[in-house]
């Protein structure tokens, strides 16, 4: 089992202005999330992919127009995503010559992204492209083991295809949050049916999860 598969999820995004002079404001935001992530060896591959996104945008649709841009994190996966108001102008993947000024943006996107694609909503699109890195959790990792078991338990309860679907999306991420609250409510009330102090032992619980979480930025750092 790819222990990735369980890391949290993380989002970021923003609304900006598609600009050529946003660009390099965007890619310095992409690094810098990149870097918190722990995904560096992303980085220019992303920005990349991000510059091309928002070139479309300011090629087919013109500049000043309204956009928005998320960036999401499962795993090892990482997605980049561009929301335009043109459900009309769409992407598309052409074979630019050696001496074309234009026509490359889908290509390189194409060369570097494990996928991308385009979703129609009713008055926008999104344009997105997907990543990967090698990043699992390692095998020393202070927390590897219980992000394994907790994938198992989340699997029990009918949750686990929340966590490992490879589409990032509001409503997965809340119901995957309501799932791990059920079995930490379940949990405290098995305890209280033995006679078991709960809230003391969620203190523990705590105490230990940020003990551990501790020594995780120690390794990591």
Known sequence: MDDSAYLPIASWGLPFVAEPEEVSVLRGLMRTRLSVWGMQELSDSAQLCLSELVANVITHIGRGTPASLTVSRRGGRLRIELRDPDARALPTLVEASDDSEGGRGMALIDAVAERWGVELCADSKVTWCELVTRLVVPERHPGGERLTRAGRVLDSYGAGALLSTSRRSRVGAL???????????????????????????????????????????????
């Open 175 to 221: 119901a995957a949050e309501a799932a791990a609250i059920d079995i930490i409510s379940d949990l405290l009330y098995w305890l209280h049916e033995r006679g078991h102090d709960a809230d003391e032992v969620l203190n523990r619980a705590q105490v230990h999860f940020e003990a551990e979480l501790a020594a995780t930025r120690v390794i990591t750092s």
